[in-house]
């Protein structure tokens, strides 16, 4: 069998990819802002916030929790979220690596 085509780029090529794909959303970046200006945990208050409906505000959780962005405790029937420090700190540190890398203009365009 052949090789899939993440199998040819590193395991740090694929999980930043996999990462910007989940953040790759104006909703979520929404939701990612509200969750940082709060500085706390955010249980059901999204929905009125950012006007969207429950289930959309659910798929995007589920999505970015799915990546590891943030995290999730339950709390009687609701289900309150909170940036997850360990990726946050490897996605800046990975996402600065790879825009740092580039050196400024040259003179080729």
Known sequence: MGLTKTEIFTAEQNQLAQLLKAMAHPARIAILQR??????????????????????????L???KNAGIIQGTIEGVSVCYCINPEIWGLMT???????????GPVSCC
């Open 35 to 60: 969750i940082m200006a709060s500085n706390t945990c955010i249980c059901g208050d999204l929905v009125d916030e950012l006007g969207l409906a429950q289930a959309t505000i659910s798929q995007h």
């Open 62 to 64: 589920k999505e970015l």
């Open 93 to 103: 540190a990975q996402i600065g690596t790879f825009l740092n890398a580039y050196k």
